[in-house]
């Protein structure tokens, strides 16, 4: 028995412009790519951010304790990696 069944690829990249108009932004060059980042932060002293962080953290924000978690071990694996 030949059995036909449909295989549905994912949709190709494109590359949707995200960001708020509102929000301040940095482009910066590294390597062959061009990245732009989007966040109040990018502008502020390195005082502001440290009392936006410290401000965040006790609040319990959820996406930076995630990115603290990621960074965590992007760093644990680089220094044990040989």
């Given at each position: 028995?030949?059995?036909?069944?449909?295989?549905?690829l994912p949709p190709k990249h494109t590359n949707v412009s995200k960001g708020d108009e509102h929000m301040d932004s940095k482009t910066m060059?590294?390597?062959n790519s061009t990245v732009t980042v989007y966040s109040n932060l990018v502008n502020m002293s390195p005082e502001e951010r440290k009392e936006w962080f410290?401000?965040?953290?006790?609040?319990?924000?959820?996406?930076?304790?995630?990115?603290?978690?990621?960074?965590?071990e992007i760093a644990t694996t680089t220094e044990t990696d040989p």
């Open positions: 028995m030949n059995l036909a069944r449909a295989v549905h060059k590294l390597g410290d401000r965040e953290w006790a609040n319990g924000n959820s996406v930076l304790k995630d990115m603290a978690g990621v960074i965590s």
